[in-house]
């Protein structure tokens, strides 16, 4: 993993860059997060990045929970959880021995699906989602299986929250709690299982704290100044505008 630390300036001006962008999605402003992805991917590749920013992620989480863990839905916070466990198993045994370019080939393929179900889901304005067991399934097994092969796992949470019509902050506490518990669950797969987790790594990720602390906090202070009402629309664009993004850049 020596490898991982020597780096270019401009590497490390575009990992900060994704560490603050970290910070941004778990401060609320969800969808931005594919954008990180797409950066830590270019740097280190596409599987080798997932090992870097999971500990960021996991204590981005801590710090989201710490700052909304009074406003989660726990109703979907049920309904989501067992089946995104077994979509990170999966992910588990199907991501540790994948060619790189195979990968990618999924990743692009989870992006252009992504796209689709918002667009359904936004044109669908009668589509009684929450209260249909199939799409909790669904989107719980599909975000738990993306989220253990490249952090995706947010997009297709997005996707949900999307559906339920969550106000802001029910929608920023739920999330927070759910990617708590299963960033956590995913860390010992990255160290025992896929050895993606090792000093070196931590090693950057403790320089990156800084950009995600700032991240975060600027975030906080962009999130107040939404409207409920506009929340919804923001997440929308950002998530489709990561989606493109990602699809097109990788």
Not at 39 to 54: C, E
Not at 153 to 175: C, E, H, P, Q, W
Not at 188 to 201: D, G, K, R
Not at 211 to 229: E, P, Q, S, T, Y
């Amino acid at each position: 993993m020596d490898v991982l630390f020597d780096q270019s300036v401009a590497s490390w001006v575009l990992i900060s860059l994704a560490a603050f962008i970290i910070g941004l999605s778990k401060s609320g402003i969800k969808g931005i997060e594919m954008i990180n992805i797409t950066i830590m991917a270019i740097v280190f590749g596409g599987k080798a990045s997932t090992g870097v920013v999971l500990p960021l992620l996991c204590f981005a989480d801590v710090m989201a929970v710490k700052y909304y863990h009074r406003h989660a839905q726990w109703s979907h916070f049920w309904k989501l959880l067992p089946w995104l466990a077994i979509g990170i198993l999966v992910g588990v045994f199907i991501g540790k021995d994948l060619d790189e370019v195979l990968f990618r080939k999924i990743m692009a393929i989870i992006i252009i699906v992504t796209v689709a179900l918002l667009l359904l889901i936004e044109m669908g304005k009668n589509i009684s989602v929450p209260d249909n067991k199939f799409f909790a399934v669904a989107m719980g097994l599909i975000a738990g299986f993306t989220t253990m092969l490249g952090n995706l796992g947010g997009a297709f949470s997005n996707i949900y929250f999307l559906a339920t019509r969550m106000v802001k902050n029910d929608f920023i506490g739920t999330a927070a709690w759910i990617f708590l518990v299963i960033n956590f669950f995913k860390l010992p797969f990255q160290v025992i299982y896929w050895h993606n987790i090792s000093l070196e790594s931590l090693r950057i990720d403790l320089i990156l704290l800084p950009a995600l602390l700032i991240g975060f906090f600027c975030g906080i202070a962009i999130v107040k100044r939404i409207k409920d009402n506009s929340y919804r629309k923001i997440v929308f664009v950002l998530t489709v505008l990561g989606a493109v993004f990602i699809f097109f850049k990788r």
